[in-house]
């Protein structure tokens, strides 16, 4: 089921950051949120994953399906290791195995066993959307998730993303047109600008 916003807005203390927004995220592809810095991105993603309301508005197509979420900030368990972290919210049946695998894909199986505390933050970036690739939501919604990458990395990772979420909803928001242009393709209809 595809998910859509109509007419979404949302003001803090008088100030407008989403004004009448419409969109249609299609059911099991990766739909792009481009803004520049400071215009909603994530004010939306948090109206989506019912962490606020918005002032007015609708949205259809969420009707408690799960979700994962690659927030700004990792969120990450600081004194657990990454295979833990993502252990947290994967699907019942993963092994560790697939989890070093997918660990190993995006450059980082060698840091599997140690405390996230340990890891630098592009390391804790990666291991934050593994986290949620590997999940069993249905919609996964990413904030910015490629930000602090490293142009190399960044396009492993994306790569990865691409290639992973496996016909989930995906929401991503970024303000870098050159990143959503790429993960979009050859399908620019999958870029939403609000």
Same mark, same amino acid.
């Given at each position: 089921?595809?998910?859509?916003?109509? $007419?979404?807005?949302?003001?803090? $203390?008088?100030?407008?950051?989403?004004? $009448?927004? *419409?969109?249609?995220?299609?059911?099991? !592809?990766?739909?792009?949120?481009?803004?520049?810095?400071?215009?909603?991105?994530?004010?939306?993603?948090?109206?989506?994953?019912?962490?606020?309301?918005?002032? !007015?508005?609708?949205?259809?197509?969420?009707?408690?399906?799960?979700?994962?979420?690659?927030?700004?900030?990792?969120?990450?368990?600081?004194?657990? *290791?990454?295979?833990?972290?993502?252990?947290? /919210?994967?699907?019942? $049946?993963?092994?560790?195995?697939?989890? &070093?695998?997918?660990?190993?894909?995006?450059?980082? @199986?060698?840091?599997? !066993?140690?405390? /996230?505390?340990?890891? *630098?933050?592009?390391?804790?970036?990666?291991?934050? &959307?593994?986290?949620?690739?590997? !999940?069993? =939501?249905? &919609?996964?919604?990413?904030?910015?998730?490629?930000?602090?990458?490293?142009?190399?990395?960044?396009?492993?990772?994306?790569?990865?993303?691409? =290639?992973?979420?496996?016909?989930?909803?995906?929401?991503? /928001?970024?303000?870098?047109?050159?990143? @959503?242009?790429?993960?979009?393709?050859?399908? =620019?209809?999958?870029?939403?600008? &609000?």
């Amino acid at each position: 089921m595809d998910i859509e916003i109509r $007419n979404l807005s949302k003001s803090y $203390n008088g100030k407008k950051v989403l004004d $009448n927004v *419409s969109c249609r995220f299609k059911e099991g !592809s990766i739909t792009l949120v481009m803004a520049p810095s400071g215009q909603g991105k994530t004010t939306l993603l948090r109206i989506l994953m019912g962490l606020e309301e918005a002032d !007015s508005g609708e949205i259809d197509g969420l009707d408690g399906r799960k979700m994962g979420a690659v927030f700004q900030e990792d969120r990450l368990c600081r004194n657990l *290791s990454p295979v833990s972290n993502i252990r947290l /919210v994967c699907r019942k $049946n993963i092994t560790k195995t697939e989890i &070093i695998e997918a660990m190993d894909a995006v450059g980082i @199986a060698g840091c599997a !066993s140690q405390p /996230v505390r340990e890891l *630098s933050g592009g390391m804790c970036r990666r291991v934050a &959307i593994l986290r949620a690739l590997l !999940s069993d =939501s249905s &919609i996964l919604l990413m904030d910015e998730p490629f930000k602090g990458l490293d142009r190399e990395t960044k396009l492993i990772v994306m790569d990865y993303t691409k =290639s992973k979420y496996n016909g989930r909803t995906v929401i991503l /928001v970024t303000h870098d047109e050159a990143e @959503a242009l790429y993960m979009a393709g050859e399908d =620019s209809g999958r870029i939403c600008r &609000i």
